[in-house]
């Protein structure tokens, strides 16, 4: 039986405290080719994204990915992170979460391939 990752699960779960404890949850998230983001907002190759309920729109967390649509000044976007490429996810208010090394192995891009 092949070995599945505790990732997507810590993730769902700090996801969960944070909206049980009234938290803002944020996804801090390694931009590589494979990362769907408003690469405007990319900064060192890096997007931190706000994805509480108030924020996003139809947030899915499965074990591949990360997929909601969000508005970006105004404008409605589709995101999608792959989950090895989350770094951490914490409560805005407190800064208390997971946080996950990423490998750079894979060769990331300033802004991926972005809308």
Partial sequence: MPEVSTKPYFI???YEWCSDCGFTPYLSVKVDDRTRVPVEYVKNGEIV???SLNATRNL???NELVQFSARFNGVSR???IPVDRVQGIFAREN???AF???DDSAQ???G???E
């Fill in 12 to 14: 769902r779960a700090i």
């Fill in 49 to 51: 994204l706000n994805v």
């Fill in 60 to 62: 899915t967390i499965n």
């Fill in 78 to 80: 589709e995101v999608t």
């Fill in 95 to 97: 800064g208390q979460g």
């Fill in 100 to 102: 996950f090394t990423v």
């Fill in 108 to 110: 990331s891009q300033e």
């Fill in 112 to 114: 991926g391939s972005g």
